[in-house]
Every structure is written in structure tokens, then in C-alpha cells.
């Protein structure tokens, strides 16, 4: 008995070995440091992918925008019923373990040369139970564990993406709000020189080229004001789509009013693989290539099953008696694959190579991941810069239109001037109000880089 005991142990180890039973580890040739290049300095361990998106996002019309296509945007609630269907095959997998079990009731009525009739019958369970003695459940158990954390990535992939251009598509409207009240502003401009240069013409200080050079240049920003008032329309219903709802207006504040940190941090390139789903999604699917790898190893070991019978009759051969009577059965058997060695051969070098293939799509989703915090960190802070200059070109247009305005009213300058100035100022201001929202995005683009608006 002890010998027997000290054979199946060596069993045990030798079976363990071979990777039957192994659980799924990080490979080691799998590096994370300095994912984010060595042009990016780590200050600290922070991160603003820890925020939430309601911390990352104040203003209480997106908040509730946001919430809105969470609660009914179709992509987002198809994600939600593939992770159901992952959950119910999870369900089905562990339930494998379990033995089968199945009734067979039958009964039947016979009569000799005239005699009275009688009646026969059984009630029969039959039961089976496969042993996982080499692994193959435990395996498919943990595929099917590793296909719902898939599942549940992806819905996280979704939200974050959902999260990001619903921010994205209503931070474009302040930007398109602002524009057209700049661009309305300057035709209310326009319409006051005209007054003015037709009483200049009254006095003969101008003549009628003169107005009709301005009037040109009136009706073409009057052209521009109804192109963003088109771009509004539409930019609307892009945010309706995406909230599943007909085509209407979308309520909103002002760009004035939002508010960023002046300061962001990436955190540890580590961070990428507990933040973003694309980047636990890749591990899952490596995670998953190695367990059918080691169920195609289990492949190449015997499959032991359990049988029994038990049923209740009162048929005992050919002679029918009464009362009825215990029928039991158990069995065992084994069956050893002799003749698929070839093709288990095959379909375990077939997992190797798809094991392999996640190996190297998980590393190459990480270096992507690196790849774009480094763009998004850089695209920050030449936006922030940007809009600096701007306003500082803003602030030099802008005097020197008035001062052309004046000059003209005195008949120190030309009308080309205050075009010009008029149009250098506009075409400013309008870049300015780009730069800021430019800005925004790149953060929110950064925020989505580094895996933020997690839900879990």
C-alpha cells in the first residue's frame, strides 16, 4: 500500500511538471520600466488615471451627459450582455465538475393467452462522473475564468472610450458656442464701421469701393457665422447618437467656466497593466493561451469515469414479481488515446504557437500603451504652451484694431488697414478659443492614455 501511495505521488510531481496544472505567471522578459520613453521625467507616483471621471470632470452638464449614454448608449449595454454571456459559461464550466445525472423511467403492460393483465416497470437513475485526475476541467475552468475577465475589460474599454467622446463631442460645442458668439460679435463689428464709412462718405472722406470692399468682407464673416451655426447642429447630434436619443439640443455651460489642473502626472509606467483594459485584456488572452496549452498537454493522459445505476423494479428476468425490487450497478472505466498520438502532437505545437502569439501581442500592447502617453503627455503640454502664445497674439491684434479704427476715423489710415486689422484679430480669437479646447482634449486624451475612468 505504501509503495503504491510513494507511485501515485511521483505521478503527481511528474504530471505537475509538465505544466498540466500550472497556474498562469507574468513571463519574465516581459519589462515595464521606461515604457514612457526617457524623454518623460517620473516626479512621483501619482497618476490622474486614479481619478475618477466624475473628480476629473466639474462641470454638472457633462456629469449628467456622461450618465446618460452609461445608462443608455447600445454599445455600452451590448458589452454589458457579452459579460452575461461569459458569466453563464463560466457557470457551465464549473458545473463540469459535477457528476451527470439522468432518470429513465419506463413501465409496460403485457397479457398471456387472455390472462389478466400485469404491469411492469422501472425507475432507473443513471449517474457518470468524469475524474479530473490530469486536468483538462481544471483548465477549462480557468479559460472560461480568463474569457469573463476578458468580457469585462472589453466593457471597460467601451466605457472609457463612451466617457472620453462624450467629453470630447461636448467640449467641441463650448468651443463651437464660442466661436459663434466671436464671430456674431465681429459682425456686429462690421455693420459699425459700415455706419461709420458711409458718413465718411457723406463727408467725402471715402468712397464707394471703399464700402463696398467692407460689405464684402461683412457678408463673408455673416457666411462663417452661418457655417458654425450648421456645425453646432450637427455636433449635436453626433452627442444625441451617442446617447441614443432623437436629435434635439444639448444642454451646457460655457468654456469659460471649466476649470483643469495646471498639473498632470503619468505615474509609473507599472500603473498600464491594473489601468488599461486594452493592456489587461492582452494578459487575459495570454492568461487563456496558456491554459489550452496545458489542456492540450492533459490531452495526451487517459480519461477516467465513474458510472453507477440505481432504479427501483419489479420485472426480475422473464418472471414478473411483486413488491418491486433495488436494481445497483457501478462500473469504471479508462480510456487511453493510442492512435491521436499524432494528431495531439499537432494541436499541442498549434497551442504553443497561438501561446507564443498573445506572448508578443501583450508586449506589443504595452509598448503602444507607452507609446501613447508619451504622444498625449507631449500633445499637453505644447497645447498649454500654444495657447499662451495666442493670447498673447490676441492681445496684440486686438490693439491694434482698435487703433486702425481710430486712425481711420480720422483719416490717418486706409480702409485695407482696419480690414486687415479687422481680420487678424478675428482669425485670433478664433484660434485661441481652438487652442483651448485643443487643450482639453489632449488632457482627456491623456487621462484615457494612462487607463483612467476605470469603473471597478
Known sequence: MKKNIMILGAAMMLLSSCGIYNKYQRPEDIKVDGLYGENIVIEDTTSIASLSWRELFTDPYLVALIDSALTNNTDYLAAEQQIEEARAMLSAARLSYLPSLALAPNGSVSSFDGSPAS????????????????????????????????SKEYKQAVATSLVANVANIYYTLLMLDEQYRIVGETVDSWHEILRTMRAMKSAGMVNETSI???????????????????????????????????????????????????KVSVGVPMQLLSLRPDVRMAEYSLATAVYATNAARSAFYPAVTLSGTMGWTNAAGSVVVNPGKILLNAAASLVQPIFQNGQLVAQLKVAKGKQEEAKLSFQQTLLNAGIEVNNALSAVQIARESTLVREQQVKSMETAFKGTKLLMQNSSTTYLEVLTAQQSYLSAQISLVGDKVEEIMKIIELYQALGGGRMD
Open 212 to 262: 463696398a470692399q467692407m460689405e464684402g468682407s461683412c457678408r463673408a464673416t455673416e457666411a462663417q457665422l452661418l457655417s458654425l451655426k450648421q456645425s453646432l447642429v450637427e455636433t449635436q447630434n453626433a452627442m444625441c447618437r451617442i446617447l441614443a436619443r432623437t436629435p434635439g439640443r444639448i444642454e451646457r455651460g460655457k468654456l469659460s467656466d471649466q476649470t483643469f489642473s495646471a
Open 119 to 150: 404491469w411492469s416497470y422501472q425507475a432507473i437513475a443513471n449517474a457518470s462522473w468524469q475524474l479530473d485526475l490530469f486536468g483538462s476541467k481544471l483548465n477549462a475552468n480557468r479559460k472560461a475564468k480568463m474569457s469573463y475577465e476578458i
